[in-house]
């Protein structure tokens, strides 16, 4: 079983007489403990906090390290880790990383994140998106394992729900550093092994990502319960499924193009 639980600011900086001066330069106050784990303990740290300038993991002893990517706008990038017993250095200040080992995944992320500036190709226009509702969510994945909505980043006081995960089970994530529909339908089909390019993305304008939610299920569905949030919105889409692994989004009102292959 997969949970989503807050990292602890555990007092395991005592550890630090073991390292050279020059790796401790940064003040105790300003290391950040607010951050937040999900997914498969195996590969997950025992806690993580940030300087300025890096991301400090600390793992159980005898744990194999995974490797660990920073989620970015274009997808994921792997990061050249460095080894401080008894932590692992991530450079930069990322809002969210991913650890993989195997088929084993973990997340961690601010539980405060500071989205970045958006790099996504300039646009003519810029049309709102709906919130993504809760309940609609929930019963799109009723028939998958548990999920749960985390409030906007914006809500004073609320933490993100437990999230329980089924072994082996795909986990969507839409939400910060991803800013609009389009980021984050990219980082999905580059994860499930889909072809997203620009060209395929049939609207003249970005749909701003508003809120944030984990979905659970195969490529295809999440997709659709993600897209099925514009339903209500001035310009609703819907998500054209192709032979060749080939994801379109069109506008509700326009039919797919079977011309590339068999749509779905």
């Known amino acids: 079983m997969r949970l989503l639980f807050p990292i602890l600011g555990l007092p395991l900086l005592a550890a630090c007489h073991t390292t050279s001066p020059q790796s401790w330069q940064v003040a105790a106050s300003q290391f950040d403990?607010?951050?937040?784990?999900?997914?498969?303990?195996?590969?997950?740290?025992?806690?993580?906090?940030?300087?300025?300038?890096?991301?400090?993991?600390?793992?159980?002893?005898?744990?194999?390290?995974p490797?660990?990517?920073?989620?970015?706008?274009?997808?994921?990038?792997?990061?050249?880790?460095?080894?401080?017993?008894?932590?692992?250095i991530a450079p930069g200040v990322w809002p969210a990383l991913t650890l993989r080992g195997a088929h084993r995944v973990a997340h961690v992320r601010r539980s405060k994140a500071e989205p970045p500036q958006p790099v996504?190709?300039?646009?003519?226009?810029?049309?709102?998106?709906?919130?993504?509702?809760?309940?609609?969510?929930?019963?799109?994945?009723?028939?998958?394992?548990?999920s749960a909505l985390s409030p906007p980043a914006s809500a004073p006081g609320k933490t993100p729900l437990p999230l329980e995960i089924k072994p082996g089970a795909p986990v969507f994530f839409a939400g910060p550093p991803d800013l609009t529909l389009r980021a984050v339908l990219s980082r999905w089909a580059l994860q499930a092994g889909w072809d997203f390019a620009p060209e395929h993305w049939a609207l003249n304008a970005?749909?701003?990502?508003?809120?944030?939610?984990?979905?659970?299920?195969?490529?295809?569905?999440?997709?659709?319960?993600?897209?099925?949030?514009?339903?209500l919105a001035d310009r609703p889409l819907q998500p054209c499924?192709?032979?060749?692994?080939?994801?379109?989004?069109?506008?509700?009102?326009q039919s797919c193009d079977r011309s590339a292959g068999a749509a779905t």
């Open 33 to 65: 403990f607010d951050w937040q784990l999900s997914g498969d303990p195996d590969v997950a740290p025992l806690q993580v906090f940030s300087s300025p300038h890096e991301i400090w993991l600390q793992f159980a002893p005898g744990q194999r390290v």
């Open 67 to 88: 490797a660990i990517f920073a989620s970015t706008v274009s997808g994921e990038q792997p990061l050249a880790i460095q080894q401080r017993d008894p932590y692992i």
């Open 120 to 146: 996504s190709p300039p646009i003519s226009e810029t049309i709102p998106a709906p919130l993504i509702p809760p309940r609609s969510i929930e019963a799109d994945t009723r028939h998958a394992a548990d």
């Open 206 to 231: 970005d749909i701003p990502l508003q809120g944030q939610a984990h979905f659970e299920g195969d490529f295809k569905q999440v997709v659709r319960s993600l897209l099925r949030a514009t339903e």
């Open 241 to 253: 499924f192709y032979a060749n692994r080939v994801l379109r989004v069109v506008p509700l009102a």
